[in-house]
């Protein structure tokens, strides 16, 4: 099988793994893994893009040019990305431990809806839905302390 | 024309020998950050007043594009480096224990912001945009609560994915044309990207540069960080990062993406965003969230600007941006105290009537009340979006018409709070920091400024305008070598 044909499916694979893993997983390391799995992949898009089969560094030895030479410029830039890639991933994952030190939870359901309510509650407004808050004014069974 | 990268250098020097300069005078410290901004600041404007009419390109280490990395300066490059400058020296956000690092943070989002502004290669604008990125995540996270490291990570796995879809679009670019340089792109784009790949790629970078931008889909983020993080931060983020965000988007479609479709796409994300942008905004119930909403209204009708096509479209869209650029930081520096639950500013007018009276001007101005320069921003949008034959526009126009009715509704009913008399005897809300207020005056009295010389204004910026649009006249002065 074509070897282009192969690197160019994991690349794209790479792609929809990732982006699968961001929006269908709710647990944030996993949400984290994803963006590095789709970072990998547009990374080997990005080197797929001038990729020739068999060509050889581009560097001129004892006079010889090769002659079939690979272009430099995407391996430049990727390597510039997996730096920042991996600085983004090192900033995530301590955020995200802070975020579980405080909260106890790594669930990003769980972990936006006490930031809604974090926010609500800075802010001195009543929770939004009629979930968290019914539409009754009165006392309820209950009362106020237990539903808090 | 050399010194224009001292514009991205100087604070990115500035920044990492902060913490050394940190080591031997605190006070140096303290005050140089603001000190190179101010010099970076002024050179800016200079290099504006000699720039007039011409576009320069300077050539890092003097090798050719499209072998060399280029920056490219016409007067709308100039115009927001200038911008980022002054406006993180404006907003400069020092308060509180962790003063060095935010110091730093500001630094590098001037210098990023100035890059991103300035760069003639898509690669750098990449670069530049990922650097504002983690900046950005640094200030709102600098906050240090819990609430603050949600918001910054909830913000970073969008930012991020938006980022990777980016450089995919990239990477979709450069495996069609083999180059990065804008101006070499502008010259192989109608050849080479006039096609599904192309539009693909645009929609990729679209939607990946939009994360900042808040275009509609990707813009979750954005009130909760708005309304967890101090007003500075969140006034810098709306209004500086997200033009420059904007900016680049306007450069890749000039030059690059000719496709109707393309024009297309744009408008219909930014009727989404006006319409969503304002209903949330028109049922928030605190003034951060409020202006938070507003903002993602406001973009919004940018890009819908932004979508009529050729020089008009630019020069309304730039009107709407620079009139937002101006306004919202201000809004935000006055939401820093009051930014709580809308009947908590019951009556806070006869406390803080300076406050007041800025709040009602900026609402009026974002509004579009005659004859303030938000009036003038948001007809020529109109104005144009009719002249176009296509019942998209004419929706377009009419998402604008009916946010104008909301922001009315919303803006008014924190007005009239505002001004209504407290006989019950609450505790008042603390009173602005004197620095707030007095760049809020500031921004205020520019906004009325630019109401008497709106025709002046107007024209000049018809002008820049006209200049951006030119894709020949990018690709003359960068004058890259032909393509093999």
């Given at each position: ?148 | ?220 983020w954005v009130p909760e960080v708005y309304a967890s993080t101090s007003g500075r931060i969140a006034a810098l983020l709306a209004g500086v ?75 309304a869209g730039l009107a709407v941006a620079l009139h937002h650029l101006v306004v919202k930081p201000a809004l935000f520096l006055l939401a ?149």
């Open positions: 099988m074509d070897t282009g044909l192969i690197l160019y499916a994991g690349a794209f694979g790479l792609i929809l793994i990732g982006i699968g893993g961001i929006v269908l997983s709710h647990h944030l390391v996993r949400i984290i893994f994803g963006i590095a799995l789709l970072e990998a992949g547009t990374n080997l898009l990005l080197l797929l893009a001038t990729w020739r089969d068999g060509a050889s560094a581009p560097i001129i030895v004892d006079g010889r040019v090769p002659a079939l030479m690979a272009d430099p410029v995407p391996q430049a830039l990727v390597l510039t990305a997996i730096v920042i890639g991996v600085g983004v991933l090192a900033v995530s994952l301590g955020l995200a431990l802070r975020v579980q030190q405080a909260w106890g939870t790594l669930d990003i359901r769980e972990v936006r809806r006490l930031l809604e309510r974090a926010i609500d509650d800075e802010a001195g407004v009543t929770p939004a839905s009629s979930l968290d808050a019914p539409a009754v004014s009165g006392p309820l069974p209950g009362g106020q302390e237990e539903r808090a | 024309m050399n010194s224009l990268a001292l514009l991205i250098a100087l604070p990115l020097i500035t920044a990492f020998l902060l913490p050394v300069i940190d080591r031997v005078s605190t006070f140096a410290a303290r005050w140089i950050g603001p000190m190179v901004l101010v010099v970076t600041g002024t050179l800016g404007v200079m290099l504006w007043q000699q720039l007039g009419d011409n576009t320069v390109v300077v050539e890092f280490g003097g090798f050719r594009p499209p072998l060399g990395i280029v920056l490219y300066a016409d007067q709308l490059a100039v115009m927001f480096a200038v911008a980022a400058t002054v406006g993180t020296l404006l907003l400069w956000p020092d308060s509180g224990e962790d003063r060095l690092r935010r110091s730093i943070l500001a630094l590098l989002l001037a210098a990023a912001g100035s890059g991103l502004a300035l760069s003639g290669d898509l690669f750098n604008i990449y670069v530049f945009y990922e650097l504002t990125a983690v900046v950005s995540y640094g200030l709102i996270a600098s906050g240090g609560t819990a609430q603050a490291h949600a918001a910054t990570l909830r913000y970073l796995v969008i930012s991020a994915f938006g980022a990777a879809l980016a450089l995919a679009g990239i990477a979709l670019v450069y495996q069609a044309t083999g180059t990065l340089n804008l101006a070499q792109l502008a010259q192989l784009a109608p050849h080479r990207l006039d096609n599904l790949q192309g539009l693909a790629a645009f929609v990729l970078l679209l939607v990946g540069f939009g994360v900042k931008a808040e275009l509609f889909p990707v813009n979750t990062v997200s033009k420059l965000a904007l900016v680049v988007i306007l450069r890749l479609l000039i030059l690059i993406f000719h496709q109707p479709e393309a024009l297309q796409i744009m408008l219909v994300l930014g009727i989404l965003g006006v319409i969503s942008g304002e209903l949330a905004a028109w049922r928030a119930r605190d003034l951060n969230r409020l202006l938070a909403y507003s903002s993602i209204g406001q973009l919004g009708i940018m890009f819908i600007a932004f979508a009529v096509p050729g020089t008009a479209g630019l020069y820093e105290r009051w930014g709580g639950a809308l009947d908590r500013l019951t009556g806070m007018a006869a406390t803080s009537p300076l406050g007041a009276a800025l709040f009602v001007l900026l609402s009026l101005s974002l509004i579009g009340v005659p004859p303030l320069p938000g009036f003038w921003a948001k007809l020529l949008v109109l104005i144009n979006l009719f002249e176009q034959d296509n019942p998209l526009y004419l929706a377009g126009a009419a998402a604008i018409v009916a946010g104008a009715a909301l922001e009315v509704n919303y803006l008014f009913r924190v007005a009239a709070a505002l001004y209504q008399r407290q006989d019950r005897d609450e505790p008042r809300l603390a009173p602005h920091h004197l620095g707030d207020l007095g760049v809020a005056t500031l921004l205020g009295t520019a906004l009325l400024a630019g109401t008497f010389a709106i025709t002046s204004l107007g024209n000049r910026l018809e002008q820049i305008a006209g200049q951006a649009a030119d894709s020949d006249r990018y690709i003359q002065t960068v004058n890259p070598e032909p393509a093999p």
